[in-house]
């Protein structure tokens, strides 16, 4: 039984690092309005809603230290966020709601609204940039809903998977 469990963390992290590779590679994802999705944001909610609160984190910190490796901005600003995240998300969908594509989907929408004006606020707003709204507008807003549009791949994707090896765990 604990070796699908690893079998599951590793099919996992593969698909973190393959969708890290897609998500870096310039031109392989089309810009959308002036903005490129970030895809790892949904693969970490996607995974946090099927695992417990401890894998989750673990995973959403993995993906939010990836972001701020391919980002160049802060080391460790998305790996905090996204690792509260998941953990927040992996403990309510454990204990108060039912896991199917529309709370996913509304799990996507707020978190990543979150990351992204955090991101606005905490690299624009605070700095005082005379175009901060500007950014938001032409930046962080086409990035929030590009980044979501992608959840229901990610979803889908991870449900899969985990139900395909919790299957023969029972």
Same mark, same amino acid.
């Given at each position: 039984?604990?070796?699908?469990?690893?079998?599951?963390? !590793?099919?996992?992290?593969?698909?973190?690092?393959?969708?890290?590779?897609?998500?870096?590679?310039?031109?392989?994802?089309?810009?959308? !309005?002036?903005?490129?999705?970030?895809?790892?944001?949904?693969?970490?909610?996607?995974?946090? +809603?099927?695992?417990?609160? /401890?894998?989750?984190?673990?995973?959403?910190?993995?993906?939010?230290?990836?972001?701020?490796? @391919?980002? @160049?901005?802060? &080391?460790? !600003?998305?790996?905090?966020?996204?690792?509260?995240?998941?953990?927040?998300?992996?403990?309510?969908?454990?204990?108060?709601?039912?896991?199917?594509?529309?709370?996913?989907?509304?799990?996507?929408?707020?978190? /990543? @609204?979150?990351?992204?004006?955090?991101?606005?606020?905490?690299?624009? &707003?605070?700095?005082?940039?005379?175009?901060?709204?500007?950014?938001?507008?032409?930046?962080?807003?086409?990035?929030?809903?590009? /980044?979501?549009?992608? +959840?229901?791949?990610?979803?889908?994707?991870?449900?899969?998977?985990?139900?395909?090896?919790?299957?023969?765990?029972?």
């Amino acid at each position: 039984m604990e070796k699908l469990k690893v079998l599951r963390y !590793f099919a996992y992290t593969i698909e973190i690092l393959v969708f890290y590779m897609v998500q870096e590679t310039p031109g392989l994802v089309p810009d959308l !309005f002036g903005a490129r999705p970030v895809l790892l944001i949904p693969i970490a909610l996607s995974i946090a +809603m099927f695992e417990k609160e /401890t894998a989750a984190m673990a995973f959403g910190l993995l993906c939010g230290l990836l972001i701020d490796f @391919g980002a @160049g901005g802060v &080391l460790g !600003f998305h790996g905090l966020l996204l690792s509260v995240i998941c953990y927040s998300v992996g403990l309510i969908a454990a204990n108060l709601i039912q896991t199917n594509f529309l709370t996913a989907m509304i799990t996507a929408v707020i978190s /990543t @609204g979150c990351v992204v004006l955090l991101q606005w606020v905490f690299f624009y &707003l605070l700095f005082s940039y005379s175009h901060a709204a500007y950014a938001l507008t032409a930046h962080y807003i086409p990035r929030f809903f590009y /980044t979501t549009a992608f +959840m229901p791949v990610a979803y889908y994707f991870n449900r899969a998977l985990a139900l395909q090896i919790r299957a023969k765990e029972e």
